[in-house]
């Protein structure tokens, strides 16, 4: 008992010590101002929304009605644009992984894709779920640690690159033909930028030395040996080797980056002619959709909810539809991009899960 009593003692001494005591307050206090600034956020969307709605209530009630009876030639072409979509930009990931020397059935990179969508998409905090998803899926492929991230990373550049390309065409083309020289300009930096990364992709070794300094800065932050962790840097890269980006494949990947946006901008424009908004021109259609989907790369809510639609309405309204076509168009382009595909990523999700029995192959 003695001994009981001994450690209840000191326990009660370290609890009630005043550096434990501040440290506790100080906790309490952060967690009350974030639930406060949380209150306070969702007050404000809460008003802004309950405030657009009463003002759009009458464009609102217009666009349902237009949406109750869409052609169903042009919805079910939009479905089929955007099934593509998808279906092209999983096919720039398995370049990709193939070009690493890592080949893979075209039906399970397809999967591997709507899931990693859906998990982006409707998780909070969705992007880094969707990043850890893909590399596992892509470690039981078979490929290494180093060729999955390095996948994963460059299918990110194509698509930021590619959605940034579309965009610069569409105000080029909309400005007037004075403006190439813009062009011009835009695709000397990609040109650069793709060069660059073909050559860190042959050359990988370039990166051991300012990655070795980046660690040795970090190590000093956290009051560690310079060196601690460099080996793993060094064998990281060494993995790297194994990539053998081709122009080729780095071409082919570029344009199925490309094909993907410009699919699915294709299911926005034929929703605008299922609810009968057919006078948008289309340079006018790119602008507003790359304003929606420059509006969703702000992870502040899943799915981009408000954002992504006030964005791409506001673009059409701007490109000479009506209130109320626009909003029956984004809201069956939305049904379609976003509803459709999540429930359909949600399925491969369930079904990649219940195969994955297995262990995890391991690669060093």
Known sequence: MPAVTGTTDITERVTTHPAVTTRRRRCQDAALRRRRRTVVTVAVVVAILAVELVIGWPSLAQAVKELRS??????????????????????????????????????????????????????????????????RQMRRFGASAAVASWCIALSGILSAGALVAIGVVGAILTRGSANWSTLLAYIAVAALLAGAVRAVARRPQWLVQPAGALLARVNRLRRRPEEHGRDRVVSFVAQLRTVRLRPADFTVAAWFAVANWLLDAACLWMACIAVGADTITATQLLIAYCAGMAAASIPIVPGGLGLVDSALIIGLVAGGLTTSDSIAAVLLYRMISLGFIIGMGWIFWVLLRRRQSEPEPVFR
Do not use: C, D
């Not at 052609?71 to 072409?77: F, N, Q, V, Y």
């Open 70 to 135: 869409p052609h169903p030639g042009w919805l079910a072409g939009a479905l089929v644009v955007e099934i593509a979509s998808m279906g092209v930009y999983a096919r720039m990931q398995r370049r990709l992984l193939r070009s690493a020397g890592t080949k893979v059935p075209l039906r399970r990179v397809v999967g591997m894709a709507y899931a990693a969508h859906s998990l982006s998409v409707t998780l909070p905090g969705g992007p880094a779920f969707s990043t850890s998803f893909n590399f």
